[in-house]
């Protein structure tokens, strides 16, 4: 009887150690990710500000597409998104690789003068952690390196498969896709964007 107990003693400790474990795993990922998080929202400033300096001196050049980017750090700019009711302001880059993805935004796919510009991001609070809380009739504003600003409002959200790209580059009544992972990584929040003129949103 007593070495059953003991059993049980050793056994209810060890539970308790795998879960206290757990927990400080869990922590040491939410600091990670906090301060990924902080240095992704610190480099964004920092580019959006040589990226309008790129305009500014006209010092951008001119891709095959017939858009414009700016060479930064060694990566190519091709302006900044704003999304005034989330809070959103970040710079863009012309390709995506998930390097790069840690630094600001990337377009996936797509161009933004021809109206097929997919552009995704991180799901830290400083990229495109509050697109969850986008809704239809939000005004969204993408500024080319030349200075040029395209105008949007939110017209469909959209939660799709992660592994649904084909869907997500799909180009039915739309001008722009913005898109996010969820916390789990499984699906992604995605915003279909139509282009307005200015005269509108005001």
């Not at 840690?102 to 097929?116: A, D, F, H, I, L």
């Not at 809380?133 to 040029?148: E, M, N």
Request: aromatic content about 10%; hydrophobic content about 35%; glycine content about 8%.
């Amino acid at each position: 009887m007593e070495k059953a107990k003991r059993k049980k003693t050793k056994i209810g400790i060890a539970l308790m150690a795998f879960g206290l474990l757990l927990i400080a795993a869990a922590g040491g990922l939410f600091a990670f990710n906090a301060m990924n998080d902080k240095k992704a929202g610190e480099t964004a400033d920092r580019i959006i500000e040589a990226v309008e300096q790129a305009g500014e001196e006209t010092s951008y050049e001119e891709e095959e597409n017939g858009e414009v980017f700016a060479a930064i750090d060694g990566d190519k700019y091709i302006g900044v998104i704003s999304v005034p009711s989330l809070s959103i302001e970040l710079p863009v880059q012309s390709d995506y690789s998930l390097a790069k993805l840690k630094n600001s935004p990337c377009r996936y796919y797509g161009s933004v003068p021809e109206g097929t510009a997919v552009i995704c991001a991180h799901n830290y609070q400083s990229h495109f952690g509050n697109l969850k809380y986008a809704k239809p009739g939000d005004k969204v504003y993408f500024t080319d390196v030349a200075g040029l600003t395209y105008s949007y409002e939110i017209s469909a959200i959209e939660q799709l498969d992660g592994y649904d790209t084909e869907r997500m580059k799909e180009n039915t009544g739309w001008d722009m896709t913005l898109f996010t992972c969820t916390y789990s990584g499984r699906q992604r929040i995605t915003a279909r964007l139509t282009r307005v003129m200015n005269e509108d949103l005001k």
